[in-house]
């Protein structure tokens, strides 16, 4: 393998592959599916929080004691944060490879499990004030931006204080914030439900509007986030912040942050400047379809079709880190004496994985973005306003196939 990146604990591996076959490859399962929705999809299909057949199934009512539980792996966590040795602390690989990773394969799973297992959700749910509705998402944007910032930009983000000082400042403002605003403010606010809660908008088990479990197509799963506000700024973070940490290990960018700007300095300013080019792309190809469209104010009700983008994204640059790295967490966590296998995942695997989540992660968008199109567009305009997007679909895709293949 070839091209390391660092990730706030351990590294990801990553295959140069022909650069010829996988843009190639990208670009025409792109035209093609544009093309094929084009002529073949003039209504919308999917149904949001409406669809989905009913399960009978009747899951038992373990979610306190599942929540204890967590609560206990995560004073678990803190412990080794606190008591650890400095080399070969567990508490940032459950931190970072466990529990930040691990949570886009579980959520794409089963939904979104964080909700589920979040201790903070044994808090009473009684709101002195109601939220308000103007907040929408931004408050978890922040803290996603915060937690990148952490794991791509502090000085040392693998150093066991570092995460406790983030711990406990993000601990101590999501109990205040959920002892003022009730369980709401976790919904919205609690940036890693949030992150758990949109990806697992594309899992094929859902709940409908009557909170009955349903299985689902994933676009139906999709179609049901709801534009708020701080919804695409928290897309946006999870794009961004991917593409910064992909661009972070490029030769000019490593020697870019050892001159004398000051790595932190630079760093912010990368992420940042990441977060909003992906964002200013986004805003002005949806100015550029409303215009086309003859309709304002489209780009909140597009967010959704950048969530499988952004799980593209995610799965690509994580998932040999997660492989490898997770096996060294519950080694250092258990205290086993145990190899790390090292060869656990091929190459030809890795590559295949890295290159399939993105091209699959733009065309789901893609799809997405259609059916958006053709309910919210005058029927005569619907494709025409839509190029926008399939050229900001292409922008995103080449960006993130030249990030892999640079790595």
Do not use: K
């Not at 990730?7 to 490859?25: K, M, T």
């Not at 004030?129 to 990148?148: E, M």
């Not at 379809?289 to 969530?307: C, E, K, Q």
């Not at 995942?345 to 890795?350: A, E, L, Q, Y």
């Amino acid at each position: 393998m070839s091209g390391i990146l660092a990730h706030g604990v351990g590294s990801r591996g990553d295959l140069p592959i022909p650069v010829f076959y996988a843009y190639a490859g990208a670009f025409a399962a792109l035209v093609v599916s544009f093309l094929a929705l084009g002529l073949l999809w003039p209504d919308s299909r999917f149904r949001g929080d409406i669809a989905g057949r009913v399960l009978s199934v009747r899951l038992p009512a373990m979610s306190r004691l599942v929540r204890v539980l967590t609560l206990v792996v995560v004073a678990y966590t803190v412990g080794w944060l606190v008591l650890g040795p400095e080399e070969g602390n567990a508490g940032p690989h459950l931190v970072y490879v466990i529990f930040w990773v691990g949570l886009v394969p579980a959520s794409l799973v089963f939904g979104p499990v964080w909700r589920a297992l979040s201790p903070l959700r044994l808090l009473p749910d009684r709101a002195r004030r109601p939220l308000p509705p103007r907040l929408g998402y931004w408050p978890a944007a922040a803290g996603l931006l915060a937690f990148t910032w952490v794991e791509l930009v502090s000085p040392e983000p693998a150093a066991p204080y570092t995460l406790l000082v983030f711990l406990l400042l993000y601990g101590g403002a999501q109990i205040l914030a959920t002892l003022r605003y009730g369980h709401a403010w976790l919904a919205r606010g609690e940036a890693f439900e949030v992150y758990s809660t949109l990806i697992g908008h594309l899992a094929p088990f859902g709940r409908r509007a009557d909170g009955r479990l349903v299985l689902r197509n994933p676009f139906d799963g999709l179609d049901a986030v709801r534009p708020e506000p701080g919804l695409v700024a928290t897309v946006c973070v999870l794009l961004g912040s991917t593409g910064y940490d992909g661009f972070s290990s490029a030769p000019v960018w490593v020697d870019a942050l050892q001159s004398g700007a000051g790595r932190v300095v630079l760093g912010t300013a990368g992420l940042v400047g990441a977060i909003v080019l992906v964002a200013a792309l986004y805003a002005g190809c949806l100015w550029l379809a409303g215009r086309i469209g003859g309709t304002r104010g489209l780009a909140p009700g597009f967010a959704h079709s950048l969530v499988p983008i952004a799980v593209g994204y995610l799965v690509a640059h994580y998932f040999s880190l997660l492989v490898i790295e997770g096996q060294r967490a519950f080694v250092l966590a258990l205290g086993l004496s145990a190899e790390v296998d090292m060869e656990a995942v091929g190459p030809g695997t890795i590559a295949a994985v890295q290159v399939l989540a993105i091209v699959i992660g733009h065309v789901a968008g893609v799809v997405a973005a259609h059916d958006r199109s053709v309910r919210l567009l005058p029927p005569a305009r619907a494709v025409a306003g839509q190029i926008p997007m399939f050229v900001l679909m292409i922008c995103y895709t080449l960006g993130g196939l030249t990030l892999l293949l640079a790595a």
